[in-house]
């Protein structure tokens, strides 16, 4: 990503510079979406800014147009703390997807998927800190499996909700692997 001049960066508000960041960020999701549609065949389409930062869905192989897969997708991004230490902020976040469920009624055979993203830290191991299992703590994930459960599925756990993404500051070569798929599709 291009370097914002310092000048131009000082006069940014704060919170603006961190929510285009986040913005940023977000969009390099799509990488890790296009290889689900194209190389794994996972998904057949995905949106932005539908119910969460993306949604993507897998349509049915014997019906036309029925849903059969729904994957919601919310992406954070810290450049100087892990997002899964905040408590707060993953509640929020899981109490989202939760606030969702009953918004996908009209697919009540659709499996229904989450995918809480964050960025990894080069300074920090996740793992090594707990922080999932800290993550796991509040309320959120309460709210998240009892809207599923009153759907009549399967309550998801922490670790099939929780995804890391790109480290902040992102590397080529952690870029590379992200895009390694492509060449697949495209050889030169």
């Excluded at 370097?3 to 000082?10: H, Q």
């Excluded at 949604?55 to 019906?63: F, G, L, V």
Aim: aromatic share 10%.
């Amino acid at each position: 990503m291009a370097r914002i001049p310092l000048d131009l960066a000082l006069s940014w508000n704060t919170h603006a510079r961190n929510a285009l960041f986040g913005y940023d960020y977000q969009h390099l999701y799509t990488i890790r979406l296009i290889r689900e549609v194209l190389d794994e065949l996972r998904y057949d389409a995905f949106a932005e800014e539908r119910l969460e930062d993306w949604i993507a869905w897998r349509y049915s192989d014997a019906e036309p147009y029925a849903i059969r897969q729904i994957l919601l997708v919310q992406v954070k991004a810290r450049s100087t703390s892990c997002y899964l230490e905040d408590g707060a902020d993953v509640d929020h976040a899981l109490e989202r997807f939760a606030a969702a469920v009953p918004k996908l009624q009209e697919y009540p055979s659709a499996d229904l998927e989450f995918r809480l993203v964050y960025n990894t830290l080069p300074t920090h191991t996740c793992v090594g800190e707990a922080c999932p299992d800290l993550a796991a703590t509040g309320t959120g994930l309460a709210a998240l499996q009892a809207a599923m459960l009153a759907r009549g599925a399967k309550a998801p756990a922490l670790k099939d909700v929780l995804e890391p993404f790109l480290p902040l500051p992102i590397t080529p070569d952690s870029l590379r692997s992200e895009l390694a798929f492509l060449d697949r599709h495209n050889p030169h």
